[in-house]
Nanobody, 124 residues
């Protein structure tokens, strides 16, 4: 059974930084693409970033390009999301997800497994 456990969320002032981590277990981590999504209250779950199995290919939502960086350490079965220059509109629950294969995709329906989420709150 695949398990994804996020950590690193919290409260930060606008302009600050946070680094989210997602530890995976249950199947060969290095085979699959990984993604980060977020969901604000009353809104749909939105794509944030994704990374291929090798880490060579990444994709970002326009709203986070230049501020967020996704990376992975296959030796540690962990994917990261470095978030800089945070804005109040980045406030949401952040979820990591494991894709169906090695391909970078942005749709929620293309991810098989999800973590429980970690809250990120950015104060103005």
């Amino acid at each position: 059974q695949v398990q994804l456990v996020e950590s690193g969320g919290g409260l930060v002032q606008a302009g600050g930084s946070l680094r989210l981590s997602c530890a995976a277990s249950g199947r060969t981590f290095s085979t699959y693409a990984m993604g980060w999504f977020r969901q604000a209250p009353g809104k749909e779950r939105d794509f944030v970033a994704a990374i291929s199995w090798s880490g060579f290919t990444t994709s970002y939502a326009d709203s986070v390009k230049g501020r967020f960086t996704i990376s992975r350490d296959n030796a540690k079965n962990t994917v990261y999301l470095q978030m800089n220059s945070l804005k109040p509109e980045d406030t949401a629950v952040y979820y990591c997800a494991q894709g169906r294969d090695s391909t970078v995709v942005t749709g929620t329906g293309r991810y098989d497994y999800w973590g429980q989420g970690t809250q990120v709150t950015v104060s103005s």
